[in-house]
C-alpha cells in the first residue's frame, strides 16, 4: 500500500514535471544558478586560503651569525629559539652549506666564483631561518633576539621578508569575496524560493481539475499534496546533478589557471574537489532540496485548499 | 445512513442557508431534495461531504458523527460517499478508461483490482465499448454517465448528484435517472438533488423540500410542490 502510493506519487510528480516543460526547465536553471554560486564561492575560497598559505610558508627570519661564532652557542640559540611556543621550525644552514649555496646560486657567474675562491677562507657565517606558526610571530622572534645580549652579540645581522602585508592584503580580499558570494548566494537562493513557489502555483492551477476528483473520492492529503512535493524534490536532484557536472567541467578548465597564478603546487581544483566532493554536492544537495521543499509548502498553503 | 439534527449553516457573512435542518435517510433509500435556487440544497450536499462544517448541530454518515470530523479522517468518509456536480468534469486529457482509473489510483486502488472494476462500472452505464475515447468525442449524457460510473469505482454506500441532469436534454436527463435508479437498486443510498420537475414526479420516490433553508416537506412518493 506505501509502495503503491510512492509509486503512484512518483508517476504524477514525472507528469506533472513534463505537463509544464519549459517551466519546468526554467525553474532547474535558476537552481543550478544558486547552486553553481555556492560552488564558485566554495572555489574561490580554496584557492584564496591556498595562495595564502603559500605566501606564509615563504615567511621566514634569517638570523646571521658573525664567523667567529662557534658550533656550540649557535646551537644554543637554536634550541632556545625551538622551545619558544609560537616557533614552529629552526633551520641551522652552517657556513658550507652557506658557501656550497653561493656556488651553487652563481654557477653560471664565473667572475664571482672566482673571487669567492680568492678570498680563500669562508666567509660567511652560520644562518638560522626560523618559521612560526602565525604570521604576526615573526615580529616577537625578531624582539627576543635584540632584547637578549647575550644573543646581540653573537649575531651579524637578521632580515625579515615582510610579506605580512600581503598576506594580510589576500585574508582582506578574502573576506570580501566571501562576503560578496554569500551575497549572491542568497540573492539566487531567495529568487529560487519564489520561482518554485511560482512553479508550484502553476502545477496547482495546471491540475486544478485533477485536485478537485483527488479530493472528492477520498485521496489522502499525502496524496493530493505529495506529487507536488515529488515535483520540487525532481527539480533539487536535477538541478544538482547539472550543477555536480557542470562544476566538474569548470574546474577542470580553471586548473591551468590555477598554476598559473599559485605556481607549481600540488592544489588543483579537481583535486579539491575529489576530495570534498560529498560535503560540496552533499550539502548542496540538502540545502536546496530544503528550500524546494519550503517553497512547495508555501505554494500548496497558499494557493490548495484542502 | 444520513442523519441531520437540527443543523443550522451560517455562511460567514451572516448568510444562512440552512436553518434547524432534521432529516434522516435510510439505508437504500432513494431521496430527491427540490426547492428554488438559493435555498441550501448544494450546502445541504456540502455538509454531508464535510466540504463545510454545520454552523449548529449534528450530522452523521452511516452512524460516524461528522459534526467535528478532523482533517485527515475526511479521506475516510468520501471514500464512502460518490459525488455526481454538474460541473464536475472529465479530466479532458484522459480517456474514459483513464477518468475512472484515475479516481481509483488516486483512492489507493490495487493495480489489478483497477483493471476488473473500471471496465465494469463502465458496463453498468453502457460505455464499455468506448472506453479508449475521450470525452470530446463522446456526447455530453455520455460524458455524465462516465462522471456516474467514475463514482460508482469507489464502491460509495452513498451516490450524492447534485443537479446531475443541469446541462443534459430531457432524453439523456431520463438516462441517467434510469441510470441512479438500476445503482439504487444494487442497495446503493441515492441523494438526489433536482430542479427538474418532470423527473421527480415520474420517480414516486421520497422528497424533501427545502424554502429558505427550511425543511417545508418531506414526503414518501412525494410530488416537486413549488
Ligand atoms: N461559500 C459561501 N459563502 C457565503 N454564502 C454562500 C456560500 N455558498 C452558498 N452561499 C449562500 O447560501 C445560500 C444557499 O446556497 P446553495 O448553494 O446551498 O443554494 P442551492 O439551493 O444549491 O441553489 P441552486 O439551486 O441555485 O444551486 C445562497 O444564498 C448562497 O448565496
Ligand atoms: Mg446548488
Redesign the interface.
Known sequence: MIFLSISRIAKFSLQNFFRNIWLSLVTITIIVLTLFSVTSLVFVNAVMNQAIKLVESKVDVSVYFKPTVIEEQIVAVQSNLVELPYVKEVRHVTKSQALAGLREQYKDSPLILESLKELGNNPLGDTLIVNTYETQDYQKVIDILKATPEYAVLIDSQSFDDNSYIIDKLEQISKQVTGIGWGVTVFFALISLLVIVNTIRIAIYTHRDEIGIMKLVGASNTFVRGPFIGEAILYAILGSIITFGLTYIVAGFSDPYIVGLLGKTDFTLLNYLNANVLYIFGGELIGITLISVIATSLALRRYMRI | MVSFKNVSKIYTGHQTALKNVNLHIEPGEFVSIVGQSGTGKTTLVKLI?AEERPSHGKISIGGWDITDIK??E????????G?VFQD??L?QRKTLFENVA???????E??SNIYEIVPQVLRIVGLEGKMDRFPHQISGGEQQRVVVA?SL??RPKILVADEPTGNLDSINSRDIIELLKKINDFGTTVILVTHNREVVNELHRRVITLEDGVVISDKQRGKYLL
Open positions: 461531504l482533517h485527515r475526511i479521506p475516510t468518509l468520501r471514500k464512502q460517499i459525488v464536475f468534469k479530466l484515475f479516481a481509483l489510483e488516486v483512492g489507493g490495487q493495480h467514475r469505482a469507489h
